[in-house]
Nanobody, 114 residues
Framework: QVQLVESGGGLVQAGGSLRLSCVASGSIFGFNMGWFRQAPGKQREWVATKAYTGYTTFADSVKGRFTIARDDAKNTLYLQMNSLKSDDTGVYYC?????????WGQGTQVTVSS
């Protein structure tokens, strides 16, 4: 089973940038990979997907500010977050999916101060 470990979170001022990484313990070749986030008191929400085909899609709330990339040779998924807003605050989770099997990372905290 693939284990996912996120990193790169932290405290940043509004308008700033962060780059999150998600390293898998095994190959992510053929996996659909994505980022989700959960703000305090809210449900977890989808942020972005990078499919194994290369197909990329974003939630409207982050479109134009976030980019997602993957390096299958390094078993790593990235999320570049620019022009951060206070609404982007939350725990960011990496998710993998293949043949119906879903795995989650433990999350990394992102806090955007206004």
């Amino acid at each position: 089973q693939v284990q996912l470990v996120e990193s790169g979170g932290g405290l940043v001022q509004a308008g700033g940038s962060l780059r999150l990484s998600c390293v898998a313990s095994g190959s992510i070749f053929g996996f659909n990979m994505g980022w989700f986030r959960q703000a305090p008191g809210k449900q977890r929400e989808w942020v972005a997907t990078k499919a194994y085909t290369g197909y990329t899609t974003f939630a409207d709330s982050v479109k134009g500010r976030f980019t997602i990339a993957r390096d299958d040779a390094k078993n790593t998924l990235y999320l570049q977050m620019n022009s951060l807003k206070s609404d982007d605050t939350g725990v960011y989770y990496c998710r993998s999916e293949t043949r119906g099997a879903i795995r989650w990372g433990q999350g990394t905290q992102v806090t955007v101060s206004s």
